[in-house]
T-cell receptor, first 113, second 115 residues
Framework: QQQVKQSPQSLIVQKGGIPIINCAYE??????FPWYQQFPGKGPALLIA?????SEKKEGRFTISFNKSAKQFSLHIMDSQPGDSATYFC????????????FGSGTRLSIRP | ETGVTQTPRHLVMGMTNKKSLKCEQH?????MYWYKQSAKKPLELMFV???????ENNSVPSRFSPECPNSSHLFLHLHTLQPEDSALYLC??????????????FGPGTRLTVL
């Protein structure tokens, strides 16, 4: 029940396409869902996050869609660029509780020029 | 220097060696973490420290021994490791442990290879 399931494991998209990465959770106590981006040789860094009181959050070219009833959320990257090539991790935690963050297994995204 | 730094960046060790990984955060945070990152697996939380006190130990084998001498430094002491311990070890920090929404700031990691 503590797992966050992420798919696909890897994804190749042409420049300008819209890669979509999906995550699912089971624990209804989770109410904070961040996405982390990791470039080779670097640690993960917070990219964007959403709470379940909204169904969508947009920051620049990155959008999170959230489906509370299905317990699923996804990351969309608009007008993807080669510089977006990285590994993306979804995660879940309790927003205001001292709960640990649970990470998905990661998606290696490659944007072809 | 800013952010979270880790040394060494790469480490190769034999199963009988003893080595230590070092993490330093320059963010004034109160919580620090060790994670293990293996290919195609979720990040595995190993240890959590808050104000230099260990608050979580996720069933990590005793061959991994953490140390937090102050709120800016975190060490991971390694001894008699196994080849399956080869992975990227990430250190992270956050302002506090009080809220799950606190952003975690990660270091670049130490790539460990156990021969």
């Amino acid at each position: 029940q503590q797992q966050v399931k992420q798919s696909p494991q890897s994804l190749i998209v042409q420049k300008g396409g819209i890669p979509i990465i999906n995550c699912a959770y089971e624990n209804t106590a989770f109410d904070y869902f961040p996405w982390y981006q990791q470039f080779p040789g670097k640690g993960p860094a917070l990219l964007i996050a959403i709470r379940p009181d909204v169904s969508e959050k947009k920051e620049g070219r990155f959008t999170i869609s959230f489906n509370k009833s299905a317990k699923q959320f996804s990351l969309h990257i608009m007008d993807s660029q080669p510089g977006d090539s990285a590994t993306y991790f979804c995660a879940a935690s309790g927003y205001s509780s001292a709960s640990k963050i649970i990470f998905g297994s990661g998606t290696r995204l490659s944007i072809r020029p | 220097e800013t952010g979270v730094t880790q040394t060494p960046r790469h480490l190769v060790m034999g199963m009988t060696n003893k080595k230590s990984l070092k993490c330093e955060q320059h963010l004034g945070h109160n919580a620090m973490y060790w994670y293990k990152q293996s290919a195609k697996k979720p990040l595995e939380l190993m240890f959590v420290y808050s104000l230099e006190e260990r608050v979580e130990n996720n069933s990590v084998p005793s061959r991994f021994s953490p140390e937090c001498p102050n709120s800016s430094h975190l060490f991971l002491h390694l001894h008699t490791l196994q080849p399956e311990d080869s992975a990227l070890y990430l250190c992270a920090s956050s302002q506090d442990l009080g809220q799950g929404s606190d952003t975690q700031y990660f270091g670049p990691g130490t790539r460990l290879t156990v021969l």
